[in-house]
């Protein structure tokens, strides 16, 4: 109980602080800025991993927890328990969002500024540079370690910077799936959702060319 309630954590301050960057941003009329939107999501990302790495993982990602079952690093009967947490985590984080910023029309969606399909193979190539690094930095189904968040967080950071404008730079379904619920966008959803599991499925199977045994060792 204490893994998934770390999840659910996990993810409700992802999606609270970097939707809730993107909200205040929009509020006060670009203070907080594109840099600093991807700055919140690296950050936050790198700081629940140092929280939360040695308990649960810190999966706070859907498309994460399902890589590393496909891995054969998290047992497959866990996944529906965790995405269940990492959802409902972000869902309190997208409606605290709406009771106080009533008025915000996308409550931070990720919406598709671009051809729908070039945004659907971004959001692929992004996930799979994400899931390679995690999958390479952690140890078993558990992203701990001195290094950890650093490395992590910051291909969070980076990918938000450069992708951000176009895309959205999810990566992660639950963090997209919340705010697109309340506020009733969308449009584009399913790009959201099946992409970052596609992208890191992908660097699973890539992973076991360049190092087999620990990419899909049972006791890794």
Known sequence: M??????????FALVF????????????????????IAITFGFIVMGM????????????????????AYA???????????????????YLASTLLLLMFPD???LGATLPQWDVWKVFLMEVILSYLLMLVIIHVSTGAK?????????????????????????????N???????????????????????PVAGMLLAVVSCRFVKEDDCCNDNC
């Open 49 to 68: 991993i140092y929280a939360f790495g040695d308990i649960s993982g810190a999966h706070i990602n859907p498309a994460v927890t399902i890589a590393f």
């Open 17 to 36: 602080c970097g939707t809730g960057a993107i909200i205040i941003d929009q509020y006060t009329q670009g203070s907080i800025s594109h840099v600093g």
């Open 173 to 195: 379904p639950a963090r997209s799936l919340s705010p697109a619920l309340l506020s009733g966008h969308l449009n584009g959803l399913w790009i959201y959702v099946v992409a």
């Open 104 to 106: 915000n029309e996308t």
């Open 72 to 90: 054969k690093k998290f047992p497959w009967k866990e996944v529906p328990k965790y995405v269940i947490a990492q959802c409902m985590g972000a």
């Open 143 to 171: 992203e701990m370690g001195v290094m950890a968040g650093i490395a992590i967080g910051g291909v969070v950071l980076l990918e938000a910077m450069f992708a951000g404008p176009l895309t959205g730079a999810s990566m």
């Open 2 to 11: 204490k893994r998934y309630l770390s999840e659910s954590i996990g993810t």
